[in-house]
C-alpha cells in the first residue's frame, strides 16, 4: 500500500503492516498502527572529502622528513619510538662521557696542576676519550650504536614500513642516506659532542689563551676526525646487519659480537704468539691503531698503522656494499 | 598516451631471466574505479611495482597521470597513493602520526602534513581514535590508517592493493564505502586489486583481468558482464524432455533440478524455448535473464577464453572468433 493514497499496489510486498492495514480499511477508516523504528534525523558521521591544493616541497624537504624523524625520536613524541631503554642509555652514555669535563672543572677550581695533568687536554687524554678502550669503547660507544642501528632498517622489512618509503618519490640511496646520517648524528652528539665540551671546558676553566689554543687545535681535530672514523665504522657495520636482519636484537648482538669479539680473539693470540697482526680483523682496535698515529698518542700495536687503514676502509666497504645490496632489493608489494 | 587514462601500457613485458612476469600488457585504465583482476601469479603485483617506476620493464612502455613509467617514477609516486596489502605501519607510533610522517615523506611541511593528517583520518572514519597507537587498532582500523596514508596528500589516484583484506563484514563495507565515495564524491580515480569479485564489483565500473602475467580481458564490468548472457527457466513438468528438445534445436542448455540456464543465442532465442516448451507440454512457470555475477564472468573467461582474449570487444564482437585467437593450438588457436 503506498502512504500516501492507501491504494494497493501488485508490487507492494506483503508485510504486516499491509494486511493489517487492508483488513481495517474494509471496514472503517482506521488504520493499524504498528511501532516502526525512528525516523534518522540526522548523521553522527558524514564522510566529506576535502580536496588540497597545495604544492609538494623538492627531495630535500623528503629526506629532511627522514632525518629528522629518527633524530627528534631520541627525545620527542611523535617521531620514531626509540625504545625506552635505549634512550635511557644514551642519557647514561652521555652523562658518563661528561666524567672528564666534570673532572677538567673540578681540578681546575681545586687549581691543584698535578691533577690537572691527569685529567686536561692533551694527545692521550683526547685519544682517550674517543678511542679508550675501558669503559668507552668496551662498555659505552658500541653499545650505543647496537641499541641504535639494532632495528633502523631490519624493522622496516619486519614491519611492512619500507613500502611506506617506497610508495613515495623516496629513492633507496635517499633512505639509507638519511638513516645512516640520524643514526651517526646520535652518535656524534654524544662522542663528539662531549669531545667538544671537554675541549671547551678545559679553555673556559683554564683562561687559556690563543696561543694554546693554536698549539692544540690540530689535535682537536683529529680527535674529531678520528670520532668520525669510529661513528662511520660502527654505523656501517650496524646498519650491513640491520639490513640483512627482521629482528631488531641480532643486528646489536652481532655488532657488539664483532667489536669485542674479535678484539678478544687478537688479545688472546696476541698474548700466545706475541703478535698483533690478528688485530687487523678488529674494527675497533683497526680504528684506535689509526687514531694513535694520526693523534700521536703511545701506540700499541707492531704492525704499519696503514695496514690498520685499509682494514678499516675494507670495513667500510664491504659493510656498505652489503647495505646497499640489501635495500635495493627491499619490496614494495611485500616482505 | 592521451588524457582519457589514468595509466596506459603499450606491450609492456618484464622478464626475471626465463621467467616472464608481464607478458605484452596493454592495458587502457580509464577515470574512476577500475578493479583488477587475477589469480596468485598473475602479475598483478609484478604490475603494480612497473607502474610505481620501481621496477624497470623489459620492454614496452606505459605511463601513469601522463609520466613516462621509465623515466619519472618519482613524478608517478608524488601523484598517487598506494595503500599497500600489507602491514606497512609502525606499531608503536600513533595513527595521527604514523599519517602524518607519510605525508612529510611525500614532502610535505610538517605543519600542513599534521593538518592534512587530521582531515585524512576523519575522512576515514578515525577521526575520534587518531591518537591511539596503531598497535591498539584492529585490523579494519589499520586498513582505514593506510589508507589515510595514501590519500593525505589528496592524489589523482589511488592504488589500493587488497583493500578489504582480512577484514570483518562492517570494516569491509566501511573500506568499500570510502574508497567508492573517493570516486564518486572526491572526484579520484581508483585502481584496486582484490580476489573478491564482490569488493571489485561494488566499487568499479572497470576492471582488468589478468592471468599468467598476459591480459585476460579488460573493459567496463557491464560490457563484460554481457559475454556471459543466459536466460533462465523455471520448469513444471516434462523437464527432460523439454532440456532434449532444446539441446535438439542447437541451444546450449544448463540445467539444475527444475531450473535451466539457457545461453542466450540471437534475438530469437526467447522463441526457440517457448517453442519447444509447448511441443513438449512442459510448463515455464518463470523466465527471466540472468544476470552473471563478476564471479561467473572470471571463471568463463578464465576457463573458456584462455589467454588469447585482448579487450572485452574482442569478447563482445565474436566470442567464437575471440576463442581462436591467440589461443594454443589445441584450443584451434594459431598457439602464438
Known amino acids: ?335 | 598516451m592521451t588524457d582519457e587514462w589514468v595509466i596506459e601500457t603499450k606491450e609492456l613485458t618484464k622478464s626475471y631471466g626465463p621467467h616472464v612476469a608481464l607478458d605484452s600488457l596493454s592495458i587502457n585504465v580509464p577515470k574512476g574505479a577500475t578493479g583488477l583482476l587475477g589469480p596468485n601469479g598473475a602479475g598483478k603485483s609484478t604490475f603494480f611495482k612497473t607502474i610505481l617506476g620501481l621496477i624497470q620493464a623489459t620492454s614496452g612502455e606505459g605511463s601513469v597521470l601522463g609520466h613516462d613509467i621509465r623515466t619519472e617514477g618519482l613524478d608517478i609516486r608524488s601523484k598517487i597513493g598506494y595503500m599497500p596489502e600489507y602491514e606497512a605501519l609502525d606499531d608503536n607510533m600513533d595513527a595521527i602520526h604514523q599519517v602524518r610522517y607519510s605525508g612529510e615523506l611525500l614532502g610535505m611541511n610538517p605543519v600542513v602534513a599534521m593538518a592534512r593528517a587530521h582531515t585524512a583520518m576523519e575522512y576515514v572514519g578515525l577521526g575520534e581514535l587518531r591518537y591511539r597507537p596503531i598497535n591498539s587498532f584492529s585490523t579494519g582500523m589499520r586498513q582505514a590508517t593506510k589508507l589515510a596514508c595514501a590519500i593525505i596528500h589528496d592524489p589523482q589516484l589511488i592504488i589500493a592493493d587488497e583493500p578489504s583484506n582480512g577484514l570483518d563484514a562492517t570494516a569491509r563495507d566501511s573500506m568499500l564505502t570510502t574508497l567508492y565515495n573517493m570516486v564518486h564524491s572526491g572526484g579520484r580515480s581508483v585502481l584496486m586489486s582484490s580476489h573478491l569479485m564482490e569488493d571489485v564489483e561494488r566499487v568499479c565500473d572497470s576492471m582488468v583481468l589478468l592471468h599468467k602475467g598476459k591480459l585476460a580481458a579488460q573493459g567496463r564490468i557491464e560490457d563484460l558482464k554481457a559475454i556471459d548472457r543466459e536466460i533462465e527457466i523455471h520448469v513444471w513438468g516434462s523437464a527432460n524432455e523439454l532440456e532434449q528438445a532444446m539441446g535438439k534445436d542447437g541451444l546450449d542448455v544448463r540445467r539444475e533440478g527444475r531450473i535451466m540456464r539457457i545461453k542466450h543465442d540471437g534475438e530469437n532465442t526467447t522463441h526457440r524455448i517457448l517453442k519447444c516448451a509447448a511441443d513438449t507440454g512442459a510448463q515455464i512457470r518463470r523466465m527471466h535473464e540472468y544476470e552473471a555475477s563478476l564471479e561467473d564472468l572470471f571463471i568463463v573467461i578464465m576457463e573458456r577464453f584462455g589467454y588469447g582474449v585482448k579487450s572485452s570487444e574482442d569478447l563482445l564482437a565474436s566470442p567464437a572468433e575471440a576463442r581462436r585467437v591467440d589461443a594454443p593450438e589445441h584450443m584451434g588457436g594459431s598457439g602464438s
Open chain 1, 1 to 335: 500500500m503506498s502512504e500516501e493514497n492507501g491504494e494497493l499496489e501488485a508490487s507492494m510486498p506483503v508485510t504486516g503492516q499491509s494486511r493489517m492495514d487492508a483488513a481495517w480499511g474494509a471496514e472503517s477508516d482506521s488504520v493499524a498502527s504498528v511501532a516502526r523504528p525512528a525516523n534518522q534525523t540526522g548523521q553522527v558521521f558524514e564522510q566529506v572529502y576535502k580536496p588540497w591544493n597545495g604544492t609538494l616541497n623538492p627531495r630535500w624537504m623528503r629526506n629532511w622528513a627522514i632525518f629528522r624523524h629518527h633524530l627528534l625520536g631520541i627525545f620527542r613524541k611523535g617521531h620514531r619510538p626509540w625504545g625506552v631503554p635505549t634512550k635511557l642509555f644514551l642519557i647514561f652514555v652521555f652523562i658518563a662521557s661528561l666524567t672528564d669535563v666534570a673532572l677538567t672543572l673540578l681540578f681546575a677550581i681545586l687549581g691543584d696542576p698535578s691533577l690537572y695533568e691527569l685529567w686536561g687536554v692533551g694527545r692521550n687524554n683526547l685519544y682517550a676519550h674517543v678511542l679508550g678502550f675501558f669503559p668507552r669503547n668496551m662498555l659505552y660507544y658500541p653499545l650505543v650504536a647496537a641499541l641504535l642501528v639494532g632495528g633502523v632498517i631490519s624493522e622496516d622489512r619486519s614491519n611492512g614500513t619500507s613500502a611506506l618509503y617506497f610508495s613515495r618519490p623516496i629513492n633507496r640511496f635517499d633512505y639509507v642516506g638519511m638513516k645512516y646520517l640520524a643514526v651517526a648524528s646520535i652518535q656524534a652528539l654524544i662522542i663528539l659532542g662531549t669531545l667538544m665540551l671537554y675541549y671547551f671546558a678545559d679553555i673556559l676553566s683554564m683562561g687559556r689563551g690563543w696561543a694554546w689554543i693554536i698549539d692544540t687545535f690540530p689535535m682537536f681535530l683529529t680527535t674529531m676526525f678520528c670520532g668520525v672514523l669510529l661513528i662511520v665504522t660502527y654505523t656501517s657495520i650496524g646498519l650491513a646487519l640491520s639490513s640483512v636482519s627482521r629482528g631488531k636484537f641480532f643486528p646489536g648482538i652481532a655488532l657488539l659480537a664483532i667489536v669485542l669479539g674479535t678484539k678478544t680473539l687478537a688479545a688472546i693470540v696476541e698474548g700466545l704468539f706475541d703478535k698483533s697482526i690478528l688485530y687487523l680483523i678488529s674494527p675497533y682496535d683497526s680504528i684506535a691503531h689509526v687514531g694513535q698515529a694520526l693523534i700521536g698518542a703511545n701506540m700499541m700495536y707492531d704492525h704499519p698503522w696503514v695496514w690498520s687503514l685499509v682494514s678499516v676502509l675494507a670495513f667500510n666497504a664491504i659493510s656498505l656494499y652489503v647495505l646497499s645490496v640489501r635495500v635495493s632489493s627491499m619490496e614494495v608489494t611485500r616482505e
